[in-house]
């Protein structure tokens, strides 16, 4: 039940977090890999990672609120999630392990744990 809802969770995430806002990105080639910059409407950026010259997406990403705090972070290789990624939410820290984009663990922490930061 707790993986269940937290696929939706991921779900919802993976179908607004890379979604492009009305500014425009920037995109910058570094060597091999195309550094793309997200922007919220208010100008704060929204996402950061890279992409293969053929689109795939690469490395680690990173998705921020409208006011600039961390809600994401997680690495793919050739388009696919994998290794663990952290989502942070008002009051928990998720941690998801992934393998070739397919979810094998779930850890969740609240907020009174004395590990959970996204700073």
């Not at 195309?34 to 010259?53: P, S």
């Not at 690495?75 to 984009?101: P, R």
């Amino acid at each position: 039940m707790k993986k269940l809802f937290f696929v939706a969770v991921c779900l919802v995430f993976g179908a607004t977090a890379f979604a492009q806002s009305s500014d425009k990105p920037t995109l910058e080639k570094k060597g091999d890999l195309i550094k793309a910059t997200y922007f919220h409407d208010n100008g704060v950026v929204a996402q950061t990672g890279f992409f293969t010259l053929d689109g795939k997406l690469q490395g680690e990403w990173k998705s921020f609120n409208a006011k600039g705090k961390k809600t994401a972070v997680g690495n793919y290789e050739n388009g696919k999630k994998v290794g663990k990624w952290f989502f942070w939410n008002a009051d928990q820290l998720s941690e998801v392990d992934y393998k070739k984009s397919k979810i094998k663990d779930v850890n969740v922490w609240k907020r009174n744990t004395s590990v959970v930061s996204n700073k």
